[in-house]
Nanobody
Framework: VQLVESGGGLVQPGGSLRLSCVAS????????MGWYRQAPGKQRELVAL???????NYADSVKGRFTISRDNAKNTAYLQMNSLEPEDTAVYYC???????????WGQGSQVTVSS
């Protein structure tokens, strides 16, 4: 199994970024996919979840600003992040989610830094 995140970078407050997660080694379409983030000194947290049926859940801190989506034909999950805030600064990771638990070994993540 491999999870490869990309699309992070440095952005000013109020800006947008779109993260991608290319997955391989498992049947992507059968799994819920989640985006997590870990800020310095903090625990990794789930920010967005999209199940195989298309239902989504978001952390309160990102609701209305972030949108999770997936393309099963490309084995890819996305996280569109708008109206970014300095508090969104973190390393962002994706993972398959089964019974509420991240399933596979984490990838390298994608650094998002929101700063003026």
């Amino acid at each position: 199994v491999q999870l490869v995140e990309s699309g992070g970078g440095l952005v000013q407050p109020g800006g947008s970024l779109r993260l991608s997660c290319v997955a391989s080694g498992f049947t992507f379409s059968r799994y819920a996919m989640g985006w997590y983030r870990q800020a310095p000194g903090k625990q990794r947290e789930l920010v967005a979840l999209l199940n195989s049926g298309g239902n989504t859940n978001y952390a309160d801190s990102v609701k209305g600003r972030f949108t999770i989506s997936r393309d099963n034909a490309k084995n890819t999950a996305y996280l569109q992040m708008n109206s970014l805030e300095p508090e969104d600064t973190a390393v962002y990771y994706c993972n398959a989610v089964r019974k509420g638990v991240p399933t596979f070994t984490w990838g390298q993540g994608s650094q998002v830094t929101v700063s003026s």
